[in-house]
């Protein structure tokens, strides 16, 4: 056994970072856990950490005299919920306005994505795509302030519809779902842009050789192939619309959203646990959205 | 009487931006017919075949089907099916949906088409798949299935997108008999894109050779090989040797050892060294340093020779020979 050749080679000393690398070959778990380490510390403590300490919170009451908050368990924050009249209301209310937004995000995002992944010429995509995304650059108040402008009494909607004898919506419902509508658009338009560049043409050729009309082609054709895509936007536009409270404060004229209960309750209230039980709700709703979306099979193709 | 040709160009042509694609083309495909369409890639080919089958409109000439003027009409209201060339099954419907297809949007009974259906999937021996999906299948099967979703519909022209290009040799070689066999049986026309020339002489009733845009040629697969038409058509279609102003294919050649004596019935003959021996099976294949200039290649088969033999012959002096009548000029 003396003819066996030296361990390490010769012209390459075994430095300290060669051989962490050749640890690191040796042991996958070790180099796992490097990987994983940042994100799981992240998700662990900072995300899934604050939902459970909300989901604590909600448990709780506040002192009404002091203000201070009494860390014994109790129900009476999801009874107060489940009773009042005004809760139930809103959050119906709540429900209505993320629907309306993510079908009128449908009906604008798809054509919008067909024309850019079918129709325009390939050279011009990245341009639309920037165009797409470019609102999202800007600052999120500063684009409702716009609009709160655009829909006042004397704004810009009002002045040009005006020689049509049609006025605009002003404040109001109708106002929010149009502007959380501007807002979440692009998070419509990306996931369906993506799928639809996905879908080979030559299905579509193949519908159309096959006797299809185009109505036809979309409906039997793009829609269930591009399904998981609009599953997919579906929840951004819902889940986004279903917590935002500024827009409805700003141009929602007196309306209120889920998100106003709980900011009222974090401040002029001072309630922090029944804060926490009302955010309960929309967590809870998304929860049954993503299970329905689940169901019909979207999740999987994504 | 019904029209006898199944499909007319005249002056066909398309151009993408500055770039012409097809730069007229004038073309008539028999009924009954299996007509290929050979070039290599650009040559056009294929933007002929997307033009029949109105996935798009030429920026020139007239395209007929069966008499009738099509060029405006779209890819729905044209008595033609195409088998595409990554096959393009619907990944979201099951195998017998997907050759539904064409029946049930032409709102033909359910009963009817299952039948029909089931029926064109016998025909390209594809049984009991009916619930899987695309994905599930092989590139074979995959390909079997786009067929039956064509043929099922009974088009009066089949067009064939580059089909068996995905298929691995020895699966290629069996569809190509069996494209044949389903092509006689339900004597509709089929035409056919490649740019495998094996491929075209030994499917095709007729060949037209693209190059740039153009028909170099057309005719039967022997008129193409032995009566290239043009330069390229001959180096395109096979391989050929150039010596002196003549053309003459590989296996026309004879070769002999220089010293072995007379060159038999061969009224044309040329000396050279042998360079490089390349023994492929069944054949062997000579490369050989002519005397009077140039290279040409010779084909023999190896009927009582073996690689060992064969090998042996690098380096000797040999002695061309061929007859006159399987010389070629070109332009």
Redesign the interface.
Same mark, same amino acid.
């Given at each position: 056994m003396s003819g066996l050749a030296p361990t390490t080679l010769p012209g390459r000393p075994a430095s300290l970072r060669r051989r962490a690398a050749a640890l690191l070959h040796r042991r996958p778990l070790v180099r796992l856990g490097l990987l994983l380490s940042a994100p799981m510390l992240w998700l662990v403590v900072a995300y899934l950490g604050a939902l459970f300490a909300m989901l604590l919170t909600a448990f709780w009451s506040t002192d009404t005299f002091t203000g201070e908050v009494d860390r014994t368990f109790t129900w009476q924050n999801f009874q107060d919920l489940w009773t009042g009249e005004v809760y139930r209301t809103i959050a119906l209310r709540s429900v209505a306005v993320a629907a309306g937004v993510t079908v009128l995000c449908l009906a604008i995002a798809f054509p919008m994505a067909f024309y850019m992944a079918k129709v325009a010429r390939p050279r011009w995509r990245p341009y639309l795509l920037i165009a797409v995304l470019t609102p999202l650059w800007a600052a999120y108040l500063v684009k409702v302030y716009a609009w709160r402008v655009i829909l006042a009494d004397d704004g810009l909607l009002n002045w040009a519809l005006g020689p049509l004898g049609a006025r605009g919506p002003g404040y109001g419902l109708t106002a929010t779902v149009l502007v959380l509508t501007y807002l979440w658009l692009p998070y419509m338009i990306l996931p369906i842009y993506t799928g639809l560049e996905r879908l #080979?043409d @030559?299905?579509l050729? /193949? @519908? =159309?050789?096959? =006797? /299809? =009309?185009t109505l %036809?082609t979309l409906r %039997?054709?793009v829609a #269930?192939?591009v399904f998981p895509s609009i599953a997919a936007g579906s929840l951004f536009t819902f889940s986004l619309s279903l917590g935002d409270y500024i827009t409805v404060k700003i141009v929602g004229g007196r309306g209120q959203l889920i998100g106003n209960v709980v900011y009222d309750n974090i401040g002029a209230a001072n309630d922090l646990p029944f804060a926490a039980a009302v955010a309960t709700v929309p967590v809870v709703v998304m929860l049954v959205y993503i299970a329905a979306v689940r169901r019909t099979g979207a999740l999987e193709e994504l | 009487m019904a029209d006898q040709t199944a499909v007319r160009l005249s002056g066909v042509r398309k151009s993408f931006g500055a770039v012409d694609a097809v730069a007229g083309v004038d073309l008539e495909i028999r009924d009954g017919e299996f007509f290929s369409m050979l070039g290599p890639s650009g040559s056009g080919k294929t933007t002929v075949l997307r033009m029949i089958a109105g996935f798009e409109r030429p920026t020139g000439g007239r395209v007929e089907l069966a008499g009738r003027d099509v060029t405006a009409l779209a890819p729905f209201d044209r008595d033609v099916n195409t088998v595409f060339q990554d096959y393009a099954l619907f990944p979201h419907l099951t195998i017998l949906q997907n050759v539904e297809y064409g029946l049930r949007v032409r709102k033909v009974a359910k009963a009817r088409r299952r039948e029909r259906a089931r029926e064109a999937l016998r025909s390209v021996r594809l049984e009991g798949f009916d619930d899987r999906r695309p994905a599930q299948l092989s590139g074979g099967q995959r390909q079997r299935v786009a067929l039956a979703r064509a043929l099922v519909n009974e088009p009066r022209v089949l067009l064939l997108d580059e089909p068996l290009g995905a298929l691995d040799l020895k699966l290629r070689e069996e569809m190509q008999v069996e494209l044949k066999e389903i092509q006689r049986r339900a004597g509709i026309t089929f035409l056919f894109v490649t740019h495998d020339q094996e491929e075209a002489l030994t499917m095709s009733d007729r060949v037209a050779v693209f190059n740039r845009g153009r028909v170099e040629q057309v005719g039967t697969p022997a008129e193409v090989y032995e009566r290239p038409a043009t330069a390229f058509v001959a180096a395109f279609v096979g391989t050929s040797n150039r010596i002196g102003d003549v053309h003459v294919r590989p296996e026309k050649i004879r070769l002999d050892l220089l010293d072995a004596g007379g060159a038999g019935e061969a009224d044309r003959s040329a000396t050279g060294t042998v360079a490089e021996v390349v023994y492929a099976g069944p054949h062997t294949r000579f490369v050989v340093d002519l005397d009077g200039g140039g290279r040409a290649v010779a084909l023999q088969q190896n009927l009582q020779t073996s690689s060992m033999d064969v090998m042996r012959l690098r380096d000797e002096r040999v002695r061309l020979s061929w007859r006159a009548e399987h010389e070629f000029l070109t332009p």
């Open positions: #080979p @030559s299905l050729d /193949a @519908s =159309g050789d096959l =006797g /299809a =009309g %036809r %039997r054709v #269930p192939m | -």
